[in-house]
């Protein structure tokens, strides 16, 4: 029988602190397994460090974490070749210091039960007890001539120490476990447990003769050792079965706080919910959360990839770890190494650039809007998609310092910046930006302007029109923001054509044209304007438009937004029929050549009156899409028509 070497009570002043323990320490008892792997962890690294310092003769033997299932017995132990403990050091860091701060937490835990804790390193030992009735170690210091020791406690204040049988330098740590938490001596949940919380640990964690972790932590490798393929492979080891991402970048940094990670943008699909985060948190290697969505910006919630970091505060409530002063200066650094690394790829690959815009454009407005900082890392970055074809030939140039070639008509790719918009287009209309917002919907709209070379942009990202359209006229105050169906600007019409007199009425073709349409519609909330637009082909160009003033327009989009209801079509509106087209100039003829019966409409009236309805109908077919009751109608006015011009025929 061993010889007991003391009998005592753990000194603590908390009542019934095991039970607290079992039931608040942490919302899932399987956290219990990560601690003790921790535990082993820093045995081992405190050992190296010991013989690093001379202490210890001989080599030391290779780095090993074991753990044993015995399910019959129920239970579970976890053993490693590390540093081990003298009975004093059992005393003072079982005894005292794991459970001291066991009754300090949990008083903290009493006073405000909205703090749960993340994670907490250094006083994981007595999680043991939310899956154990009795917890034994078995330790032999590495200091020579020390004596193996064995310490039990069944769950309440009392503990004993006796004699070990250990004879080499380790620790065992062994769980008897509870009834209801026999799970954790199944060998599958086991090495699912080492896969989640411990695969990167820089110890081989063995059970029998598998290795149960299998993976380089990557992040704590030097990025100039490691290679494209290297980061990829990483990427698909996280996220299987995903496309490869659009970039990465690594981080590393001990000051002013401890950080490694590597951050990657994905490929966005439709499905992918971009408001949950899919970030891992790890420290020290071990795994943490897969939830960071308080140490990420909102604006880049899309990343994904792992951060270690030993200055996170784990244990506190996550409203407290938004505050926190550390947590919010790894969140600028993170923008900022994002953002250096899109300036990277902008200056040195502008292709690549622009693949990865189109994914992450709308994210970095975003971020232009919530963070000053990087919205000055950025401002020279955005692009937008444009109409704009240079037909300037390529010619290569030098860029100052180096001697590297660039293709000068880079514009040539279908985006442009904001600068280099206003600077093209300053003879032409200077401060003023043509913007499409729908390129379905404002396609006749859009070929308008490029007809008589005018540049049209593209902003169409849900973000654009209620947010940074206003948040660029903030920044560029002397500009004006035109969508290209708010007015037709006085370069696209032909004001002398609109005037030539018709001998016969004595009034001008865009007086005869609004005429016809006033009367036709019979609606004063539709304003009815005659233009002569400029065109090489005016069959080309629509027939008329429907234009809604700008202003009025925001308003409107702004109070649906507040409101969180559908635009409605705003029942005042401008129409602008296009005397240049074919179309409009037959209507007139035909209208001219009808011959009125008695006090009624003639057929001829009948039959311009719906042409100019089918007109009105097209041009506003094009601005909002028509619900069942319109398009009935739409539908049956089209066939009425229809059916009057082969009558005719």
Same mark, same amino acid.
């Given at each position: ?228 393929? =290297? ?39 439709? =499905? ?38 030993? =200055? ?338």
């Amino acid at each position: 029988m061993a010889t007991v070497l003391e009998q005592g009570n753990i000194t603590i002043h908390t009542e019934n602190i095991f039970p607290i323990i079992k039931k608040s320490l942490y919302t899932d008892h399987e956290i219990f397994l990560r601690e003790l792997i921790s535990n082993s962890v820093d045995a081992i690294a405190k050992l190296k460090m010991v013989s690093y310092a001379g202490e210890i003769d001989g080599e030391l033997p290779a780095p090993h974490i074991e753990i044993t299932l015995d399910q019959e017995k129920k239970t579970l132990s976890v053993s490693d070749n590390g540093i081990g403990m003298t009975t004093e050091e059992i005393k003072k860091y079982i005894n005292q210091v794991a459970f001291s701060s066991a009754e300090e937490f949990v008083q903290k835990y009493q006073k405000d039960p909205e703090q749960q804790i993340i994670g907490h390193f250094g006083l994981g030992f007595y999680s043991s007890f939310m899956v154990a009735k009795q917890v034994e170690i078995e330790t032999l210091s590495h200091r020579a001539g020390s004596t193996p020791i064995h310490w039990s406690c069944d769950g309440s204040p009392a503990f004993e120490l006796t004699e070990g049988s250990r004879t080499t330098p380790g620790t065992t740590v062994t769980l008897t476990l509870m009834d209801e938490e026999a799970e954790y001596v199944e060998a599958a949940r086991i090495k699912q447990l080492v896969k989640t919380y411990c695969d990167f640990m820089p110890v081989p964690i063995m059970m029998g003769e598998e290795r149960l972790n299998q993976e380089r932590a990557l992040w704590k490798e030097s990025p100039q050792n490691l290679t494209d393929e =290297d980061y990829l492979e990483f990427y698909r080891y996280l996220h299987p079965f995903q496309e490869e991402p659009l970039l990465w970048v690594h981080l590393k940094t001990d000051y002013p706080f401890v950080l490694d990670g590597i951050l990657y943008f994905p490929a966005i699909k439709p =499905d992918m919910d971009i408001n949950k985060g899919q970030m891992k948190l790890f420290c020290n290697q071990v795994f943490v959360s897969d939830s960071c969505d308080e140490i990420i910006p909102d604006f880049l919630r899309p990343l994904r990839g792992v951060l270690d970091s030993t =200055d996170i505060p784990l244990n506190v409530s996550r409203s407290a770890l938004t505050s926190d002063r550390t947590v919010r200066r790894i969140a600028d650094y993170i923008s900022k190494k994002i953002g250096d690394r899109l300036k990277q790829i902008y200056q040195e690959d502008r292709a690549k650039f622009i693949k990865c815009w189109e994914d992450v454009g709308t994210f970095i407005k975003f971020g232009s809007l919530k963070d000053d900082k990087f919205k000055e890392q950025m401002k020279d970055l955005i692009i937008y998609k444009t109409t704009h074809q240079d037909d300037t030939p390529k010619v290569e140039v030098q860029t100052e310092g180096d001697d590297a070639w660039q293709d000068a008509a880079a514009s040539n790719d279908g985006y442009t910046t904001l600068a280099d918009y206003l600077d093209r287009n300053k003879e032409k209309h200077e401060n003023r930006i043509f913007y499409c917002t729908d390129a379905g919907s404002q396609a006749p709209y859009v070929e308008l302007y490029k007809s008589q070379g005018m540049e049209v942009l593209y902003m169409d990202s849900f973000i654009d029109t209620n947010y940074f359209i206003p948040f660029l006229e903030r920044e560029y105050n002397d500009v004006k923001f035109s969508r290209v169906d708010s007015e037709l600007d006085q370069t696209l019409l032909n004001k002398e054509e609109s005037e030539i007199v018709d001998p016969k009425t004595n009034k001008t073709r865009s007086e005869l044209v609004q005429e016809l349409f006033k009367n036709a519609l019979n609606d004063d909330k539709i304003t009815i304007r005659a233009e002569s637009i400029k065109s090489d082909n005016p069959q080309g160009t629509p027939p008329a438009m429907v234009i809604l003033p700008e202003e009025l327009r925001r308003i409107q989009e702004m109070t649906a937004l507040m409101q969180q209801k559908g635009i409605e079509f705003p029942n005042m509106h401008t129409l602008v029929v296009n005397t240049a087209h074919p179309m409009v100039q037959n209507l007139v003829n035909i209208a001219q050549g009808g011959i009125i019966e008695g006090s009624g409409e003639s057929p001829t009236t009948v039959l311009v009156n719906q042409l100019c309805q089918h007109i009105y109908d097209l041009a506003l077919i094009s601005q909002k899409p028509f619900d069942a009751e319109n398009m009935k109608a739409f539908v049956e006015r089209s066939n009425a028509l229809l059916t009057k011009v082969t009558e005719k025929l």
